[in-house]
């Protein structure tokens, strides 16, 4: 079956320092994959989305990277701020699909 | 400001009860999601809809049920048939279905089975 794996364990940086956190997929092959970030008690908020045929992708201080072959996504948050400090999700549509597929999150800590 | 919204924040349900979680959106968006959050899982596919008047089952669809008469809501009720609905409740919405649309997220309903 299809499956997200996000670590698990809680990441704790400190700031100024770059966070990285993994999506690990298998038996799918996704057309697009997204991250969010949801704060304990809220709603997840959109990030970045990247597709199948780009390597990576920036924004401001995030910056992600999507190796089909590998079926992985790397997350990168640089000179990070307490303010960072979040649960981030993954998320994987295919092409013509109808259900985006949602990994279960890494707790990002970031110490000041 | 557009956004989409969610109520109550916190419901408390009794056993046997049947309980509708509202989810309305300004957004003029098509699709529409619900989904169930547990702690330490993905988000989980309750039920989606393209448009008005038509909505198809999630993953775990059974104990739960949807309407999308208007565009802009698409309410939740969990029903008696839920064995174990303790949990977060979030609903969504994005301009296409699927497709690597950006979802648009409420704030979420707790829920709570006393």
């Known amino acids: 079956s299809q499956k997200i794996e996000q670590n698990s364990e809680a990441l704790n940086i400190q700031e100024g320092k770059t966070a990285t956190l993994t999506c690990n997929y298998t038996?799918?092959?996704?057309?697009?994959l997204q991250w969010y970030r949801q704060d304990p008690g809220r709603g997840p908020v959109f990030l970045l989305l990247?597709?199948?045929?780009?390597k990576e992708k920036r924004k401001e201080r995030l910056k992600v990277t999507f190796d089909t072959t590998l079926k992985q996504s790397l997350f990168h948050i640089t000179a990070s701020q307490p303010a960072d400090s979040a649960t981030y999700l993954c998320?994987?549509?295919?092409?013509?699909?109808?259900?985006?597929?949602f990994g279960a999150g890494t707790r990002l800590f970031v110490k000041a | 400001d557009g956004g989409i919204t969610q109520s109550p924040k916190y419901l408390f349900r009794k056993e046997g009860q049947n309980v509708t979680l509202s989810c309305e959106q300004n957004?003029?968006?098509?699709?529409m999601y619900w989904y169930r959050q547990d702690p330490g899982q993905g988000l989980r596919l309750i039920y989606y809809?393209?448009?008005?008047?038509?909505?198809q089952k999630g993953d775990i669809a059974e104990g739960y049920s949807v309407s999308r008469e208007k565009k802009e809501s698409f309410p939740l009720t969990v029903t008696s048939a839920q064995k174990n609905p303790t949990a977060f409740y979030l609903c969504?919405?994005?301009?296409?279905?699927?497709?690597?649309?950006?979802?648009?997220f409420g704030p979420g309903t707790r829920l709570t089975v006393l």
């Open positions: 809809s393209q448009i008005v008047n038509d909505f």
């Open positions: 969504a919405s994005s301009i296409l279905l699927g497709q690597g649309g950006e979802q648009f």
């Open positions: 957004l003029n968006h098509d699709a």
């Open positions: 990247i597709r199948e045929n780009e």
């Open positions: 038996n799918y092959s996704p057309a697009y």
């Open positions: 998320a994987l549509d295919s092409t013509g699909g109808f259900k985006t597929i």
